[in-house]
């Protein structure tokens, strides 16, 4: 991985024998658990660089960036946010770079057996979602609609990890986020939908125009886009963009 990091650094004619100083990642939640190895591994191969990771509901990451927000890349797990950014003229021409899936999450137990999408309109069953505006609350809204459940959310939260904080305490009694969220947690496990009535998340990254750390943006896209980054991000539980 070093050596790989040096040439993706090399490549953008930055030099490593100068200080290279911070580099800010804006991403989408659900890319906490990958993303913080991917700047650890940057940060351990490249000499006085620190990254420095916002993470925030994608819809959120466009708000602070369209205001002025000083990011260098930015990291969004839906195509529809990033054009936003993109047709302001925000960003460096887009990529897609892996992709998620959807799963119901439960408190460890199950207790009281949700087993599909239709038992989340269930009364006896307390359901949190994403709010609406962020992809993981409209990937949510379209798996209903395409299964034809109906549910009515105790509450719509601003990332998924608020949605896991709730079930894991208890006050919700499931929620869907991705795949991945609920991997990293302990607390809380899985229930599958199944491939015909999920959606499949599709993560884009771009280099922020005006970036106060370029070659460095760069670098980290490339290693993000990388064979070796992109076994960080299956280790994580992504999967094929």
Do not use: W
């Not at 209903?144 to 208890?170: F, I, P, Q, Y």
Request: glycine residues 8%; contains cysteine.
């Amino acid at each position: 991985m070093k050596q790989l990091v040096a040439a993706l650094l090399l490549a953008c004619a930055c030099t490593t024998g100068s200080a290279p100083g911070e580099l800010h990642v804006f991403a989408a939640t659900s890319l906490t658990d990958a993303f913080t190895e991917l700047g650890e591994q940057l940060e351990a191969d490249v000499g006085g660089l620190r990254v420095v990771l916002n993470l925030a509901g994608s819809s959120d990451l466009v708000r602070q960036i369209r205001e002025g927000a000083g990011a260098d890349v930015v990291a969004t797990a839906d195509a529809t946010n990033m054009v936003v950014l993109d047709d302001a003229g925000l960003v460096e021409a887009p990529e897609t770079f892996t992709g998620n899936s959807l799963a119901i999450v439960v408190p460890r137990g199950n207790a009281k057996r949700v087993r599909t999408l239709a038992d989340l309109a269930r009364d006896d069953v307390t359901v949190v979602l994403c709010a609406a505006q962020v992809p993981c609350g409209r990937y949510a809204d379209q798996a209903l609609r395409k299964t034809g459940v109906d549910v009515t959310a105790a509450s719509r939260e601003e990332n998924v990890r608020a949605v896991l904080t709730k079930v894991h305490l208890g006050e919700a009694d499931a929620g869907i986020v991705y795949v991945t969220d609920v991997r990293a947690a302990s607390a809380v496990e899985a229930v599958s939908i199944p491939a015909e009535h999920t959606i499949v998340a599709r993560y884009r990254i771009a280099v922020v125009r005006g970036a106060a750390n370029p070659d460095a943006a760069h670098a980290f896209v490339a290693l993000v886009r990388s064979g070796a980054g992109q076994r960080v991000l299956r280790s994580h539980g992504f999967g094929a963009s």
